[in-house]
T-cell receptor, first 111, second 116 residues
Framework: AQSVAQPEDQVNVAEGNPLTVKCTYSVSGNPYLFWYVQYPNRGLQFLLKYITGDNLVKGSYGFEAEFNKSQTSFHLKKPSALVSDSALYFCASDSSYKLIFGSGTRLLVRP | SQTIHQWPATLVQPVGSPLSLECTVEGTSNPNLYWYRQAAGRGLQLLFYSVGIGQISSEVPQNLSASRPQDRQFILSSKKLLLSDSGFYLC???????????????FGPGTRLTVL
């Protein structure tokens, strides 16, 4: 069965430092991979996706993600974190009309 | 541009009462539509999805049902609410026809349901 794992419940980082939110996947074939962000009491916002091509995908708000096939990972990164980046982040993989979501990682950026 | 609406934004209902949540999409045709539930601010559970009018697929058997009476309208219903139905309900759409947009789901603002 296909699955997506986010091994960290929470990531803490100081403002201005680089951040990484980890995601690993277990899917058959070529995966479509996504990152979404959710602010409190809001819907999910699409950040970026990997379909094919360049392993480094750039998305909204300065975020990027690196697809690594050998490590089956799709980690979300940002060179310099902002306090406003504090939110809940979800990694997801596409599987026949459906998205399989990870459990979410709460990112806390302290001033 | 495409937009997705959900209402109501919040709802407090007694146990045993009926439920109707509505989701509509503007600016696209024949979207794939989804209902998710998010409990305790964490994981998302796919409840139903639809690839066309009158076509509903259920992911998890439970106290809820879904209908798609029009191309861009998706309704989540229950005849009798349970305490366990409390949660944050999210509707999402996905284009089935716009090149380069396949497989990207876009979410509505959500409905917070509290069953007392």
């Amino acid at each position: 069965a296909q699955s997506v794992a986010q091994p960290e419940d929470q990531v803490n980082v100081a403002e201005g430092n680089p951040l990484t939110v980890k995601c690993t996947y277990s899917v058959s074939g070529n995966p479509y991979l996504f990152w979404y962000v959710q602010y409190p009491n809001r819907g999910l916002q699409f950040l970026l996706k990997y379909i094919t091509g360049d392993n480094l995908v750039k998305g909204s708000y300065g975020f990027e993600a690196e697809f690594n096939k050998s490590q089956t990972s799709f980690h979300l990164k940002k060179p310099s974190a902002l306090v406003s980046d504090s939110a809940l982040y979800f990694c997801a993989s596409d599987s026949s009309y459906k998205l399989i979501f990870g459990s979410g990682t709460r990112l806390l950026v302290r001033p | 541009s495409q937009t997705i609406h959900q209402w109501p934004a919040t709802l407090v209902q007694p146990v045993g009462s009926p439920l109707s949540l509505e989701c509509t999409v503007e600016g696209t045709s024949n979207p794939n539509l989804y209902w998710y539930r998010q409990a305790a601010g964490r994981g998302l559970q796919l409840l139903f999805y639809s690839v066309g009018i009158g076509q509903i697929s259920s992911e998890v058997p439970q106290n809820l049902s879904a209908s798609r009476p029009q191309d861009r309208q998706f309704i989540l219903s229950s005849k009798k609410l349970l305490l366990s139905d409390s949660g944050f309900y999210l509707c999402a759409w996905e284009s089935s026809i716009i090149a380069g947009e396949a497989d990207t789901q876009y979410f509505g603002p959500g409905t917070r349901l509290t069953v007392l």
